[in-house]
């Protein structure tokens, strides 16, 4: 492999991944769609670029998005985000089951999916990608009504580990004739405690730690936040707990924290999430293989369908009943639970473990975030609009 042919070839892509969100604002298409489709334009099926790692992608993915995540706490308001707390709380829980269960009931009782494909699809596209909400609402020029966009950036933010709890104990209930439900509600009992302990020890400790001692020069205090990230997931992986939620958490209490370059600081993080951002996309872009998308394309639509007009709205309307959010709001909620990295990432686990059919459930949720993001992430201002929720 030549050095000089890999960093040109990597310079030319980062440079058309940033003049692509001119367009993207412009016509008002997600920028993903563009990270995405050039992975696919530069793979196996256009330019020849091979590549089937479903573990490194796993590994980079996993890598990419816990600095999103971090620099989506990092500008996420505490006092904004506060009154929804409860409400974001159940939406990233329960709504998620919700959402995988009802998912799970059309695909196998209306289209007759097998048990197996139904239960991972269900469990995998369950959740709100965290990516996809934070580009998609905060490139929009106008602000919505008062405690909407904190309450979907909270609950895409924190409804990850929910997503992935989900997601491999379905993989082991599949796989593990000794599986317990009850292990399972543990772990995530655990593994949710721990994740916002550890979040708040690490978001506090390194406020601290920049207020007690200021750093010799300003470039470092970027790379002070990189080992906060890298630091905040891998040990509360490593205690078992969840990563994800760690370093949204971290981010959240920096964010809100007053200290030395606090916004050339939050401003590194944000150009950083952008580069994982592209990078993860990319990168899922080259796993897949075009030319396998038609035969999908049925049933990849089917299931947009029932996830996005049943699955999704139910769950919204059951988590937010009796709450002050009126029918206008809890529609626009449901229409903002669109899809992107997360559900293609845990698509990769099916892949790593060499399930039967993984490569076909791959297909399917890989058109199935394509479909999401271009209608609802393309429609969702209109739609706001039509609410009158601006």
């Given at each position: ?77 505490w006092a904004e985000i506060k009154p929804t707390l409860n409400r974001g709380s159940i939406l990233s829980t329960l709504g998620v089951l919700l959402t995988a269960?009802?998912l799970f009931i059309c695909t196998h009782y209306i289209l007759r999916l097998s048990y197996e494909i139904s239960l991972l699809l269900s469990v995998i596209v ?193 988590c937010l009943y009796k709450s002050n959010y009126t029918t206008a709001d809890k529609i626009f909620i449901s229409w903002a639970g669109f899809k992107g990295a ?49």
């Amino acid at each position: 492999m030549n050095l000089n042919l890999v960093m040109a070839t990597s310079g030319i892509l980062l440079l058309i991944c940033v003049y692509a969100n001119r367009i993207s604002i412009r016509y008002g298409i997600p920028s993903l769609l563009f990270f995405l489709g050039l992975g696919m334009i530069v793979g196996s099926d256009g330019l020849g670029i091979q590549f089937s790692n479903a573990h490194l992608a796993n590994y980079a993915g996993t890598f990419a998005l816990a600095f999103i995540l971090f620099s989506g706490g990092l500008d996420t308001k505490w006092a904004e985000i506060k009154p929804t707390l409860n409400r974001g709380s159940i939406l990233s829980t329960l709504g998620v089951l919700l959402t995988a269960i009802f998912l799970f009931i059309c695909t196998h009782y209306i289209l007759r999916l097998s048990y197996e494909i139904s239960l991972l699809l269900s469990v995998i596209v369950s959740s709100t990608d965290a990516p996809a909400v934070f580009s998609i609402l905060r490139s929009q020029k106008k602000e919505l009504k008062s405690g909407l966009k904190p309450l979907l950036e909270f609950e895409s933010g924190s409804n990850d580990p929910m997503a992935v709890l989900l997601s491999l104990g379905a993989l082991n209930s599949l796989s593990d004739p000794d599986f317990s439900i009850y292990t399972m509600l543990e772990n995530f009992i655990w593994q949710m405690s721990l994740g916002l302990a550890a979040g708040y020890v690490f978001g506090q400790l390194s406020c601290y730690v920049l207020r007690r001692w200021n750093l010799v020069y300003p470039g470092l205090y970027p790379v002070f936040g990189i080992s906060v990230v890298l630091l905040t997931y891998s040990l509360t992986q490593l205690l078992d707990g969840n990563g994800f939620l760690a370093v949204y958490i971290a981010g959240i209490i920096m964010g809100n924290t007053v200290f030395l370059y606090r916004r050339h600081f939050i401003n590194f993080q944000d150009s950083l999430a952008w580069i994982m951002q592209i990078g993860m996309f990319l990168l899922l872009g080259l796993l897949v293989n075009p030319h396998e998308l038609p035969a999908v394309f049925p049933i990849s639509l089917l299931c947009a369908a029932f996830l996005i007009f049943i699955a999704r709205p139910l769950a919204v309307f059951t988590c937010l009943y009796k709450s002050n959010y009126t029918t206008a709001d809890k529609i626009f909620i449901s229409w903002a639970g669109f899809k992107g990295a997360v559900p293609i990432i845990l698509a990769t686990y099916p892949l790593m473990y060499n399930y039967p059919d993984s490569g076909y459930l791959f297909n399917i949720i890989f058109f199935l975030v394509i479909l999401s993001v271009l209608v609802q992430g393309n429609s969702l201002p209109h739609l706001a609009k039509k609410l009158k929720l601006y």
